[in-house]
């Protein structure tokens, strides 16, 4: 089944302890990207990759990381995280252009930082 | 700057009416402009897409006009069911890097 998976789905975690939120796609799509989403200000872009060793900041990157070593997996790195980072956070990917092909949601991790 | 709104934060209808749930965007020349729909707690699921130059797409029971003179998208869910109860949002490409931007959504309620 093509699918987005990320993990962990639920976390709790304190100011400044490192932390990897993983995701993993099964369909070879080159463009992969991490939104998060807080209410009233909608889904937000945070970095995306158009393809391996190739990342680029969205509109939120402060505070977060991000790494492309592989094809299906596309990390996201909170060195330090602080409460304002608490969200819920979505993976994305696309296979072809990120125009025309659909764009594929993982369930959602949900980050509270205390 | 440049600005996506989507003009209803909620809309009830009852089941069986047609669902119009309106995307306007300010200075933006977008490609193309995509639907999605977001049931709570889960990511969310892309429905259509239309392009700069077609003015109306159709998928069964849905039907999405993109009038680019009026900035303007329009999505219909035509015999609307209860469980078309979702947030829907649009989201335009555009730029020179086509990011996808997302409006803030409409949470639709079809009522019984």
């Known amino acids: 089944e093509a699918q987005v998976t990320q993990n962990p789905r639920y976390l709790i975690t304190v100011t400044g302890k490192k932390l990897t939120v993983t995701c993993s796609q099964n369909?070879?799509?080159?463009?992969m990207s991490w939104y998060r989403q807080d209410p009233g200000l909608g889904l937000r872009q945070i970095y995306y990759?158009?393809?391996?060793?190739?990342?680029d900041k969205g509109d939120v990157p402060e505070g977060y990381k991000v790494s492309r070593k592989e094809k299906r997996n596309f990390p996201l790195i909170l060195e330090s995280p602080s409460p304002n980072q608490t969200s819920l956070y979505f993976c994305?990917?696309?296979?072809?252009?990120?125009?025309?092909?659909?764009?594929?949601f993982g369930p959602g991790t949900r980050l509270t930082v205390l | 700057s440049q600005k996506i709104e989507q003009n209803s934060e909620a809309l009830n209808i009852q089941e069986g009416k047609t669902a119009t749930l309106t995307c306007n965007y300010t200075?933006?020349?977008?490609?193309?402009l995509q639907w999605y729909r977001q049931d709570p707690g889960r990511g969310p699921v892309f429905l259509l897409l239309?392009?700069?130059?077609?003015k109306e797409k159709r998928k069964e029971r849905l039907k999405v006009t993109f009038d680019t003179t009026l900035k303007q998208s329009l999505f219909h869910i035509t015999a609307s069911q209860p469980a078309d109860s979702a947030t829907y949002l649009c989201?335009?490409?555009?730029?020179?890097?086509?990011?996808?931007?997302f409006g803030k959504g409409t949470l639709l309620t079809v009522n019984p």
């Open positions: 994305a990917s696309t296979g072809g252009a990120v125009t025309t092909d659909t764009q594929y």
């Open positions: 369909m070879n799509h080159e463009y």
């Open positions: 990759s158009m393809n391996v060793e190739v990342t």
């Open positions: 200075n933006y020349s977008p490609a193309y």
């Open positions: 239309i392009r700069e130059n077609e």
């Open positions: 989201a335009l490409v555009g730029g020179s890097n086509y990011k996808l931007t």
